[in-house]
């Protein structure tokens, strides 16, 4: 029996300060109850293997909303998003519910990118958004995710 909180794992795919995807999330993560963490997967030099990779997907593993947000100033997923997702999708994390946002002028192009790389991997697309500039979080979207989450995969935790 589930005993707690769910947790929550955000990942965004910029560790940019000028980028408005690691706010987007930070702000998104802040309306969710306590149990969560982050990665913020900055740029890696050429020829680097990523340090995080397997931390992260552990943590993918053992979370039951994932929040995904990613840049989207061009119109394809970050490469290391993109490595992450592959590893996801072969440490087979299915059935974990996942929270879309894209963030910038290609976010539709991008979200729907993202939303193919996730549901490839097995994930429960709870919901998904396309933000443009000045667009309103949706925070209130994302509370709903959490509950849809909670009460298929542990209907016992603390809301």
């Known amino acids: 029996m589930h005993d707690g909180y769910l947790f929550t794992l955000g990942i965004c795919g910029s560790a940019a300060e000028d980028d408005p995807a690691p706010e987007v999330l930070s702000a998104l993560l802040g309306a969710l109850?306590?149990?969560?963490?982050?990665?913020?997967?900055?740029?890696?030099?050429?020829?680097?293997?990523?340090?995080?990779?397997?931390?992260i997907v552990?943590?993918?593993?053992?979370?039951?909303?994932?929040?995904?947000?990613?840049?989207?100033?061009?119109?394809?997923?970050?490469a290391r998003l993109n490595d992450l997702l592959r590893a996801a999708y072969a440490a087979d994390l299915a059935g974990r519910y996942a929270a879309?946002?894209?963030?910038?002028?290609?976010?539709?192009?991008?979200?729907?990118e993202l939303r193919a790389?996730?549901?490839?991997?097995?994930?429960?697309?709870?919901?998904?958004?396309?933000?443009?500039?000045?667009?309103?979080?949706?925070?209130?979207?994302?509370?709903a995710a959490y509950t849809a989450a909670r009460a298929a995969l542990a209907p016992h935790a603390l809301p």
């Open 100 to 112: 879309l946002v894209a963030v910038g002028p290609y976010a539709q192009a991008v979200l729907h």
């Open 117 to 143: 790389a996730v549901a490839t991997g097995g994930f429960v697309i709870a919901s998904a958004f396309a933000l443009v500039e000045d667009a309103p979080l949706p925070e209130a979207e994302l509370r």
């Open 58 to 78: 552990a943590d993918m593993r053992d979370a039951e909303l994932i929040v995904i947000v990613t840049p989207a100033t061009v119109p394809q997923l970050p």
């Open 33 to 55: 109850p306590p149990v969560k963490r982050a990665a913020f997967l900055g740029e890696l030099p050429a020829g680097q293997t990523d340090p995080l990779l397997a931390e």
